[in-house]
């Protein structure tokens, strides 16, 4: 939730969950909560944080963007 009066609080959030529909969830129909579950997780631990690449972290994945902070901070 968004703090009171800042509208911008929450649109990462919101972004991302776009994101996710639009690349995973409307594309399929589960049969079970559970593989739901399962897909959603890979989809996030895999792709979205491995090798999916986003503009605003300079066209890298967060994989990226934290092993390049941990190489400059040695």
């Known amino acids: 939730m968004s703090r009171r009066g800042n509208c911008y609080d929450n649109a990462p959030i919101e972004s991302f ?5 639009n690349e995973l969830v409307y594309h399929k129909a589960y049969e079970t909560r559970e593989d739901a579950i ?3 997780t890979r989809y996030i631990e895999i792709f979205y944080n491995r090798q999916r ?3 605003g ?3 890298r994945s967060p ?3 934290l ?3 941990y190489r400059q901070a040695a």
Not at 17 to 21: M, N, P, R, S
Request: hydrophobic share 45%; no cysteine.
């Open 67 to 69: 092993r390049d902070f």
């Open 53 to 55: 690449i986003q503009k």
């Open 38 to 40: 399962k897909d959603v």
């Open 17 to 21: 969950w776009g994101q996710l529909k």
């Open 63 to 65: 994989a990226q963007v």
């Open 57 to 59: 972290l300079g066209f």
